[in-house]
């Protein structure tokens, strides 16, 4: 017994433990505030596995067992077996085409009877296992193109299936990976190039596609003739000022219009839109003149679009400075914010802890991302060092993407806030990604391949 205590306790990082424990049991108090009634029989509906409070609070316990399995377990296993578990990971997604279930339009979820499984959520540990593999091979050379595209192709694979599944929000999830990538080596051109094209897209959001393209235009003329000495002397810079004006223009002419016709949902494209005051340009308008009931409707419509989001600024803003108490918030009492147990739990804490509580837990989640940063550094293995970069750069975009969701700052993609937001699937992965990090941590002497 003494044995099995010490193997659980002995080298583990407490700090990153308890982290995760209290945020996980700050998500509890959020969901419980939610969905409880006072006229509600508190130890009924706690056993009573109905109410989504009471089902989280199984998931945690089974999550704390699931975690103590992990800490038993023999760090090797998971240098031993990333490739197979990625391979199971895929077939996981591709079995949701045969048997998944559609939830909110996106068929991505595997019946279980007690729960939903979403293969997609469960594939990022083993997409951040199996490259963590990848890297920390001693025949894998990063600085080698063949390499980096091995790497690429082993994070973005799970993006196709993700798409097909419209699952276009847990998608843009894996291109964190390209964090603990560039950490190990890779070009940071690359990453120039997506930031530049992540902007433009933004851009794009906001002006027609024809004035940019007159933009884009200028701005390369602009600058040949501002460089035309050395274009002179060196012919290679107006080669570079031409492919930037080409990749740019090609982008917003087509890759955007493509993008917000086949691979965002009509409805997705329209909450961004309608996030920054425009119609979305990428369907058919109707250019004749609107009836007073048509436009009527259509302001219906967007105000349905933006509902998500007004309710949630208005519930977090009326928690001002202190909040107005557990179990005192009128929106939330009120059910007046949508899916406020999973995508706006964030609300929930906004109205009961006011800016207070919304700082603590922002205070929480840096401390767990700055945890992880340490870890990382510390580690002899480039296996478990490439490990903990990719699970901080998870839980960074899941964390800054659904905060600004909430007070609309981005667009409603569904992505959950980490051991906060209702539902097995999310916090299962969160927390085996958390724990197989601590665990391989507790061998940091050793080198883990």
Not at 100 to 109: D, I, L, P, Q, T
Not at 142 to 151: D, E, G, P, R, S
Not at 236 to 253: Q, R, Y
Request: glycine letters at 6%; hydrophobic letters at 50%.
């Amino acid at each position: 017994m003494y044995e099995k205590r010490t193997l659980v306790t002995n080298n583990k990082d407490w700090v990153l433990i308890w982290l995760y424990i209290i945020i996980a049991l700050i998500g509890l108090v959020c969901i419980f505030s939610v969905e409880y009634k006072v006229d509600d029989d508190f130890f009924k509906s706690i056993i009573g596995f109905k109410k989504n409070y009471s089902k989280q609070f199984i998931y945690l316990i089974v999550c704390f067992v699931l975690a103590t399995f992990i800490l038993l377990m023999d760090s090797k296993f998971f240098t031993a077996t990333p490739n197979l578990l990625y391979v199971f990971g895929i077939l996981l997604m591709m079995a949701t085409f045969v048997v998944g279930k559609a939830v909110n339009g996106s068929r991505s979820w595997i019946p279980l009877g007690f729960m939903n499984l979403q293969p997609v959520e469960t594939c990022k540990i083993f997409t951040a296992l199996a490259l963590a593999k990848y890297l920390s091979r001693p025949e894998t050379d990063f600085t080698k193109t063949k390499a980096q595209l091995t790497a690429s192709g082993i994070c973005f694979l799970p993006v196709l299936f993700s798409l097909l599944q419209n699952e276009t929000g847990l998608a843009l999830v894996y291109f964190t990976f390209l964090l603990p990538m560039y950490r190990e080596g890779f070009p940071p051109v690359y990453l120039i190039l997506g930031a530049s094209l992540g902007i433009l897209l933004v851009v794009t959001l906001l002006f027609p596609t024809f004035q940019l393209i007159i933009a884009l235009s200028a701005i390369a003329l602009i600058t040949s003739y501002f460089l035309r000495k050395k274009i002179k002397r060196e012919k290679a810079i107006l080669v570079v000022i031409a492919s930037a004006w080409a990749l740019s223009t090609l982008f917003v002419g087509v890759a955007v219009p493509f993008i917000f016709k086949h691979v965002f949902q009509k409805y997705q494209a329209d909450r961004i839109f309608s996030m920054v005051g425009r119609d979305n340009p990428f369907v058919e308008q109707n250019t004749g003149s609107i009836s007073p009931t048509a436009q009527i409707e259509k302001t219906n419509k967007a105000d349905k679009e933006n509902y998500n989001v007004k309710q949630s600024k208005i519930a977090i803003g009326s928690g001002g400075v202190f909040g107005k108490g557990f179990l005192k918030g009128t929106q939330t009492q009120g059910d007046f914010v949508p899916e406020q147990h999973t995508d706006f739990i964030f609300t929930s804490l906004g109205e009961n802890f006011g800016f207070v509580g919304c700082t603590f837990l922002m205070l929480l989640y840096l401390g767990l991302l700055l945890r992880i940063v340490f870890i990382a550094e510390r580690q002899r293995s480039t296996f478990t060092r490439v490990y903990a970069y990719s699970v901080a750069a998870i839980i960074f975009f899941h964390v800054a993407i659904n905060i600004c969701m909430t007070i609309g700052l981005a667009p409603v993609i569904g992505i959950t806030l980490p051991l906060m937001s209702y539902g097995g699937s999310s916090l299962f992965t969160f927390t085996i990604l958390i724990f197989i990090l601590v665990r391989l941590d507790a061998d940091r002497q050793m080198v883990l391949r």
